[in-house]
């Protein structure tokens, strides 16, 4: 009895075979996975359910259908921003990317490909450097980078050994001499007139000072001198009366109509004049343009041969020392050298902007005044270092 109302309370389970009860599922869990997105997106229909698939949809779950919207209050965001997953976070430019990549066989960013490699494979090494029995000074040594600079950090184009005038020639023509003379003399002089311009612009510092200083002893001199001297009355200007006013008023009238008339008629003469004014616009904007193609062809020319800001002083220009016309001699055998090797070679490296312009400096030795304190000026405890027979820490 106990059993019969066990089978009626529980359906009668024990007297069903076993394929009643259990069915085999042959859909499998992977294209149960891809599967997911295209059933979230699908409202599964009546017809559906009875076809066959997998027996269990994501979307019939209650888990699936709470997380659901239940109302048809429209959401307040508009725009929410979607929590995407491990697959989804790359953008659609970087998968192309990591196809192209892997086209090429070679290694993604976002997904490098590790290599596998035989560890017990033994590789023999490029160069002898590279062997693990040379000791690591002498790699250090050898692999450091050289002093080797790209065409980008190039200092100057000039020449490193430029070719001298024809002027500075054991037996020169005599164009080529006067020319080097003549370039040698233009060059003392700029320096003389520069040394002239600086004397005279301290010597008028030096004259008002002077000045100053004569002024300043004279007006004691002019004190008494005005005390006996009168004062001179100076009259008082009249006022003006109001017909005076009046007409000073109309006349600067007058002469304001008159020049407003006067450009009034210039204004209107240009018009006649359009052509000559065109031509004039013509001629600046020529004359605009040769400037500033000359201004770029400088810029580029200071570029390539010019002198940096490398320091606080200037470059200065070796000064010419050419040969006389009476030191000239036709033959080798009694040339007088001129030229200064190892100083052109220092000057040149300057002009490369590859060492900095420099000048000699003076060391000026700044002697230490000594103070000593005379016994006399000691008060008796700083002598004896007792002070009412309390020794005195110094």
Not at 62 to 80: G, M, N, S, Y
């Amino acid at each position: 009895m106990d059993e019969i109302r066990e089978d009626e309370r529980l359906g009668g389970i024990r007297s069903k075979p076993n394929e009643k009860l259990f069915v085999i599922d042959d859909f499998s869990f992977s294209v149960q996975q891809d599967l997911k997105s295209d059933i979230k997106n699908q409202t599964p229909s009546k017809s559906d359910k009875n076809d066959s698939g997998p027996l269990v949809r994501l979307d019939d779950l209650k888990c699936f259908h709470l997380l659901k919207p239940h109302t048809q209050v429209p959401d307040p965001i508009v725009k929410r921003n979607p929590i995407r997953r491990r697959g989804q976070r790359k953008s659609e430019i970087m998968h192309l990317k990591d196809e192209k990549r892997r086209s090429k066989k070679t290694i993604s960013i976002t997904e490098p490909e590790e290599k596998c490699k035989d560890p017990w494979a033994m590789e023999e090494p490029k160069t002898i450097l590279d062997s693990e029995w040379i000791d690591s000074s002498i790699k250090r040594q050898n692999l450091r980078p050289r002093a080797t600079k790209p065409d980008e950090y190039v200092t100057s184009e000039l020449p490193a050994v430029e070719t001298p005038h024809p002027g500075f020639s054991y037996n020169p023509s005599f164009r080529d001499h006067q020319a080097l003379l003549k370039q040698a003399v233009d060059s003392a002089t700029l320096i003389t007139r520069k040394e002239r311009n600086l004397i005279n612009a301290t010597a008028r510092t030096k004259c008002l000072t002077v000045e100053k200083f004569e002024s300043e002893s004279d007006t004691e001199d002019l004190e008494m001198l005005v005390e006996d001297v009168k004062p001179i009355v100076i009259p008082k200007s009249k006022a003006k009366t109001k017909q005076q006013k009046r007409k000073e008023k109309e006349e600067k009238e007058k002469a304001r109509l008159l020049q407003m008339k006067k450009q009034d008629n210039i204004r209107l003469n240009e018009v006649f004049r359009i052509k000559s004014i065109k031509k004039q616009i013509k001629d600046t904007e020529q004359k605009q343009k040769e400037r500033l193609a000359k201004l770029v062809k400088k810029t580029i020319e200071r570029k390539k041969f010019g002198q940096k800001e490398i320091s606080k002083f200037k470059y200065e220009e070796l000064s010419l020392d050419p040969a006389l016309s009476d030191e000239i001699q036709g033959s080798l055998v009694g040339v007088q050298s001129h030229n200064r090797l190892v100083l052109e070679r220092f000057k040149s490296l300057q002009k490369r902007n590859i060492l900095e312009p420099r000048v000699k400096q003076r060391m000026q030795r700044k002697l230490r005044v000594k103070k000593f304190q005379k016994s006399i000026d000691k008060m008796d405890w700083e002598k004896t270092g007792y002070w009412n027979g309390i020794k005195v820490l110094k």
